[in-house]
C-alpha cells in the first residue's frame, strides 16, 4: 500500500466528464454493477480510472485461465491504490451476484485492453496539464496501462508485489535532467553488453536491435532538451562496470535490469526537469514498462516511482 498519500491536482473548473458507456458491462446482469465513485470534475483522467476499474471487475467475473485470473486479481488490488493515489474514494468490494452467467472471456478481455489504451492517452494527458500537482503519478499509471494491457494475452508470473511508494526526492533542474541523461546512458551501455552474447537468435537480436535505437534516440532527445533549457549537463561516463552474460537467461536479466533500473531516475527527471521534457519521458517510461517483462524482468505496480 502507499507509503505517503499522493494527492493530486487537476485543472479547476474543467467541464465533468461523463462515464460514457461505463455502465453497460456485457455479462452483467442488473444489480450487479459495482458500485464506484463519481469522478472530481476538475480531474478529468478521473473518469478513465473508473472505466478501467469498471472493465477489471467485468473481466473478474468471466471464465480466464489461471495466469489470466491472477493477472487480473493483482490489477484490481493496484487499482485499489490508484484511486487512494488520485484522492478518490477506494471502490468498494464487489463480485457478480451468484446466479449471474460468466461473462465471455474474450470480450471482457478486449474490453479492458480498449480501457486500458483509452486511459493510457487520458492518464498521459493529466501529466501534461500544467495544473496538475503530481503529474509523475499519472505518467506512472498510464505505464501501467500499456504495460498491464501487453501481458493480457499471455500473463507472466513475474508481477511485481505490494510495496511502498514515495514520490522522488525534491531536485533541482539541472539534477533531474542529469540523471535521467545518466540512467538513459546507464541503460544503453547495458543493453549493448547483453546483446553482444553470442547465442541469441535472429528474433532475439532484432529486438536488441529495436531497444538500442530507442535508448539511444532517448539519450540524445534528453540531451538536446537540456540544451534548449540551457542546462550544463556533463557527459555520461565512456563505460559501466556491467559484467558479460554467460548464457541467454543472464543475457535476458542484464536487458531487463539495465532498462528497469533507469526507470526512477527518468521518473525523477519527469517530477523535476524542466516541462519541455515532460512528453519524452512519458513515452518512455511507457516503452520501458512494457519491455522489461518481455526480458523476464517484473510487471511493475508504479513504473518510475521509487522503490522502497
Known amino acids: 500500500m502507499l507509503s505517503r498519500r499522493l494527492l493530486l491536482g487537476g485543472a479547476a473548473g474543467a467541464a465533468a466528464v461523463a462515464l460514457t458507456g461505463c455502465d ?24 478513465a480510472l473508473i472505466g478501467v476499474r469498471r472493465r477489471l471487475d467485468a473481466a473478474a467475473a468471466a ?5 489470466q485470473a491472477g493477472l487480473i486479481a493483482w490489477a484490481r488490488r493496484l487499482s485499489d491504490e490508484q484511486h487512494a493515489a488520485t484522492s478518490l474514494a477506494v471502490p468498494a468490494p464487489w463480485s457478480p451476484a451468484p446466479a449471474s452467467p460468466a461473462p465471455d472471456a474474450a470480450s471482457a478481455l478486449a474490453a479492458l485492453a480498449d480501457a486500458l489504451a483509452g486511459a493510457e492517452r487520458a492518464f498521459a494527458r493529466q501529466a501534461l496539464d500544467a495544473t496538475t500537482a503530481r503529474p509523475l503519478t499519472w505518467a506512472s499509471m498510464a505505464a501501467w496501462c500499456a504495460a498491464t494491457s501487453a501481458e493480457l494475452p499471455e500473463p507472466r508470473a513475474n508481477r511485481e508485489p505490494a510495496r511502498g511508494v514515495l514520490l522522488p526526492a525534491a531536485q533541482t533542474a539541472q539534477e533531474a535532467a542529469q540523471d535521467a541523461l545518466d540512467a538513459a546512458s546507464a541503460a544503453l551501455y547495458g543493453l549493448q553488453v ?14 536488441f536491435a529495436e531497444r538500442l535505437a530507442f535508448w539511444a534516440q532517448l539519450r540524445d532527445r534528453l540531451d538536446a532538451q537540456a540544451r534548449q533549457d540551457a542546462l550544463a549537463l556533463a557527459p555520461a561516463p565512456p563505460w559501466f562496470d556491467v559484467r558479460r552474460p554467460a548464457d541467454r ?11 528497469a533500473n533507469a526507470l526512477p531516475a527518468l521518473g525523477g527527471g519527469l517530477a523535476h526537469a524542466h516541462p519541455g521534457s515532460r512528453g519524452t519521458l512519458i513515452e518512455a517510461l511507457a516503452g520501458v514498462a512494457v519491455d522489461v517483462p518481455r526480458w523476464s524482468g517484473l510487471l511493475e505496480r508504479w513504473p518510475g516511482l521509487p522503490r522502497t
Do not use: M
Open 249 to 259: 537467461t543472464d543475457a535476458y536479466a542484464l536487458a531487463a535490469r539495465a532498462q
Open 24 to 47: 453497460a458491462l456485457a455479462g452483467l446482469t442488473p444489480g450487479t454493477t459495482p458500485v464506484l465513485p463519481a469522478p472530481d470534475p476538475s480531474v478529468p483522467a478521473h473518469a
Open 63 to 67: 471464465d480466464l485461465t489461471d495466469d
Open 194 to 207: 547483453a546483446a553482444g552474447y553470442a547465442g541469441l537468435d535472429a528474433g532475439e537480436r532484432g529486438h
